[in-house]
């Protein structure tokens, strides 16, 4: 019986363990939690670090095999700034991918990889493809009403 209540005890541990917050640069102040945890309510394996002026999140969400990873980022007074997802090309709304391909300048470039980060910003949200053109490595943004350009560029 003390077998038992032992495993049970340690299983019970591990599971609390991991399902807790790291924290690897200290921790965020409580408007920062509070505001993430209000967005990301469903979140899981999440850590904590400082960057710059900022506090990002790492984080999980979905069920295995379709957990998907996303980046939040928030200033010291819990504002929300940013959030960046992994996704598939294959998870991209056709229309984006077709403002994509109809763009004169990189519409006839070619994908990296088959990943693509969709950006959640205040001002708006975009998808950025690592693409090849003209034998050089670009990163391109595709806005959702159609705007083409390179990353962080207007053009």
Not at 45 to 58: F, N, P, T
């Amino acid at each position: 019986m003390k077998r038992i209540l032992s495993t049970i005890s340690v299983a019970t541990l591990i599971v609390f363990a991991s399902s807790c917050d790291k924290y690897e640069d200290g921790r965020p102040q409580k408007s920062v939690i509070k505001e993430f945890n209000t967005m990301y309510s469903e979140a899981k394996d999440v850590e904590w670090e400082r960057e710059g002026g900022y506090w990002k999140v790492s984080f999980e969400t979905g069920t295995h095999p379709n957990r998907i990873e996303h980046e939040a980022w928030y200033d010291e007074a819990g504002n929300w700034v940013m959030t960046e997802t992994d996704m598939l090309v294959s998870s991209v709304p056709q229309e984006i991918k077709d403002y994509l391909a109809a763009d004169p300048v990189y519409g006839t470039a070619s994908l990296r990889d088959n990943d693509v980060e969709f950006w959640q910003t205040p001002a708006g949200n975009f998808y950025r493809f690592d693409l090849r053109h003209d034998g050089r490595e670009v990163e391109v943004d595709v806005t959702e009403d159609g705007k083409v350009s390179l990353a962080g560029y207007d053009y």
